[in-house]
């Protein structure tokens, strides 16, 4: 290296052009979106089990349900009664999860519903060091988004990166 080399400034750093009018014309101006309207779906008693636990964490706007064949109605995990098309009012995401592969026909009709509105779908399978199982080949035509094996855990980091 020359000393003349040495002496030549290196300019505006881009950190300082950053904060220039022309720069900042580019900023995202606008707050973060609010919580996702995420629906949470057991299927199954075992997979009750592991949504209820869930639901009594801290939430946005997740709302947290059970389901029976043919799944036309969910049930609250206070124990109320809601049709589906009503618990999926407003809501931009479902995730279905499954243990066992109950209510095979509850999954269907979820995620038909869910085709039909623009909702995603996400499949949650709790089958810890199984890549195989009846819930996943029962969930996998209704989910866009299907995590096999799942643990019990991942349900609450789920709802928590997508923001519910």
Known sequence: MTDQQLSIPAGVSACSEATTAREAA?????????????????LGAE??????RASELEWGQARFYSVVDPG???VAMTGE???????????????MVSVDGANVEAVGTIGAACK???????GLVVAPGALTSEALF??????????V????????????????
Do not use: C, K, Q, W
């Open 26 to 42: 580019f900023r995202i101006d606008y707050p973060l979106a609010a919580a996702r309207n995420t629906r949470v779906v057991a």
């Open 47 to 52: 997979a009750e089990r592991i949504v209820r």
């Open 72 to 74: 036309h109605t969910l």
């Open 81 to 95: 009664s809601v049709p589906l098309a009503d618990a999926l009012e407003d809501s931009n995401t479902v995730v």
């Open 116 to 122: 039909v509105r623009g909702i995603m779908t996400a």
């Open 138 to 147: 029962h969930l996998r035509p209704h989910a866009r988004i299907l995590l």
């Open 149 to 164: 094996p799942a643990e019990e855990d991942d349900l609450t980091e789920l709802l928590r990166a997508t923001r519910a």
